[in-house]
């Protein structure tokens, strides 16, 4: 083997050793930096979405005989159509939690297709541990770092505590964004940086065997 091809061939190999390693960094910086953007985006939807319900008038809609109360045929419309404006955005709910700590859902909107919960009738029995705090402590709007799976699907979501005048709990808004967004999101990212670096090793090995 000649001198050339060894310098050549120790070149081409720390090259693409240093692309590797700053591609995977640009990756888990640029990943991240989506996910957070996403997380930002499912905050600012729950925070809007908030200002649309009277706290006042959700503790109207105790159970499922409330169906007619026009407060819930209002929220319905209105959370509806904040759904239907984002095709991200699948579902967008409220909950509230009993003396023995069962969460239940009271207002929940969906598209046109989704068959909503009746009031006060679904627990929900794998609240995330982030929810179960959010009920213990609230402190303002949260979203999930991950996504989270659990009986009704996966999904990414938002929470935000809803308060009467005087202080007091009223409820939880909840909004849920796909997880297959999340994911995509990040399978695009992966995608680009695996082009970044298949396109790299060529221009490594020529600049190589050049020098």
Known sequence: ISLQTMITSGMIILGVAVSAI??????????????????????????????????????????????????????QKELSDIINADNDVINIYTMRQNNKGTIYFYLDAGNPSYVPDLPG???????????????????GTVVENDIYTDEFGSVISA???????????E???????????????????????LIYFGISIPLIALLSWVL
């Open 121 to 139: 009738t679904t627990p929900y029995e794998q609240p995330s541990d982030l929810l179960v705090k959010t009920f213990a402590s609230p402190s």
């Open 159 to 169: 929470y935000v505590p809803i308060y009467k005048k005087d202080g007091s709990l």
């Open 22 to 75: 700053v591609t995977g960094i640009f990756y888990f910086n640029f990943s991240n930096q989506v996910r957070e953007d996403l997380k930002l985006r499912l905050r600012n939807i729950a925070d809007i979405s908030v200002l649309q319900l009277d706290p006042e008038a959700l503790s109207t809609i105790v159970d499922e005989t409330d169906i007619d109360n026009e407060y819930y045929i209002k929220y």
């Open 171 to 193: 409820s939880i808004l909840a909004v849920d964004m796909k997880a297959d967004t999340v994911i995509k999101a990040e399978q695009n990212t992966l995608r680009q940086v």
